[in-house]
């Protein structure tokens, strides 16, 4: 019908294991290949180490840790990046493997299944069901809130 509008968002996509997982585009930076990363004296465990970008310091995020996922084993390929831009300056998840950028239907949108238990159930926002896999859609926000990291 001419007029009705079908509500669209589009997500950056990435894998930790099998777990397919999307973020708001709009938050992207840039994605990128494994970056040589510097560890961080008393940092939270969540915070693998900083990177640097052109000159710009970098913090890195493990989100297999920050989500409370199984470790990556020694034998997995190094992790990707996905940077975020934040109101306090750009942050990198490390991720498995990069998806794609997609859009999907604000109508297939589902609260998270009660499956979803932990941590992980505070910072997945919904989900979307697509042909034979199942999209998290995660909270930036939540995930990079520095009082949550810090406590991790």
């Given at each position: 019908m001419r007029g009705e509008r079908v509500s669209e968002k589009i997500l950056c996509t990435f894998y930790l294991g099998d777990l397919y997982f999307g973020i708001d585009v709009r938050g992207v930076q840039e994605v990128m290949s494994n970056h040589e990363?510097?560890?961080?004296?008393?940092?939270p465990e969540v915070i693998t180490g900083l990177m640097n970008v052109r000159g710009q310091?970098?913090?890195?995020?493990d989100l297999r840790c920050r989500l409370e996922l199984e470790r990556r084993d020694d034998d997995q390929p190094a992790p990707m990046n996905v940077v975020l831009q934040t109101d306090d300056g750009p942050v990198s998840l490390l991720v498995d493997r990069i998806g794609d950028v997609m859009e999907v239907d604000e109508q297939q949108f589902e609260t998270p299944p009660e499956t979803v238990t932990g941590v992980a159930r505070d910072l997945i926002?919904?989900?979307?069901?697509?042909?034979g896999q199942l999209l998290l859609e995660l909270d930036t926000d939540r995930l990079l809130d520095e009082p949550t990291l810090v406590e991790a």
């Open positions: 990363l510097t560890p961080v004296p008393l940092a310091i970098i913090p890195a995020v926002v919904g989900t979307y069901k697509l042909e």
